[in-house]
């Protein structure tokens, strides 16, 4: 059973967000905060949740500040963004702050139901356009301010690991840059290694932290 949490102010999308769930019978809603500070208020009660979905846009404290407080008290709860804002600021600052999902409110059941399962196995849901718009933060990162690291990839290491946060498997990225994936899958091991991350989720969010190309 996979343990819910919904940060959503807007009532009447909450209750249709806890609907959607409602038709899957390996998720437990635990609770539904109005805002961030409610959010964090009912974590000290009770942090025993697997994942939270969490608005941006929210009066008190806002998702972004909340997933940063989320991020550092309860490191083992992976939060996935669910809102109506999708400009590129947003996802930057979302990704920065620690979350590991991204979709649109207009998700159906079913990609929800998919996002969640893939999150818990270690991946980075990502809305189709809001891939795009991420991708377009790692190629275009001007304006968007954060220290940039060098963490000494070579040209086709730094051409896996774009592909790679666009959401792309192995065999896709293998037949986009025309070698095997075996080929792909050592040099996402070399990566791993020398941005010290354990899995794709930790990979996405350091390359956005990082402005990687």
Partial sequence: MIKIALA????FLAQS?????GLFDDFKVKFHAI??????????????????????EMPNLNGVLATQEVSKKYPHIKVIMLTVVDDEQSIYE?????AIGYLLKESTPKEIFDSIHEIM??????????????????????GIEDDQVDFNLSKRENEVLKQLCTGLNYQQIAANLIISPNTVRTHIENIYKKMEVKNKAELVQKAYKHRLI
């Avoid at 959503?8 to 009532?11: A, G, H, K, L, R």
């Avoid at 967000?17 to 769930?21: A, G, H, M, P, Y």
């Avoid at 979302?94 to 620690?98: A, M």
């Fill in 8 to 11: 959503e102010d807007n009532s």
């Fill in 17 to 21: 967000l806890i609907n959607k769930l």
């Fill in 35 to 56: 805002d961030g500070e409610d959010l964090l208020a009912s974590l000290e009660l009770n942090s025993n949740v697997d994942v939270i979905l969490m608005d941006i």
């Fill in 94 to 98: 979302s990704i920065k702050s620690g």
């Fill in 121 to 142: 196995e270690g991946g980075a849901p990502m809305s189709p356009e809001i891939a795009r718009k991420a991708l377009r933060i790692i190629q275009n990162p001007g």
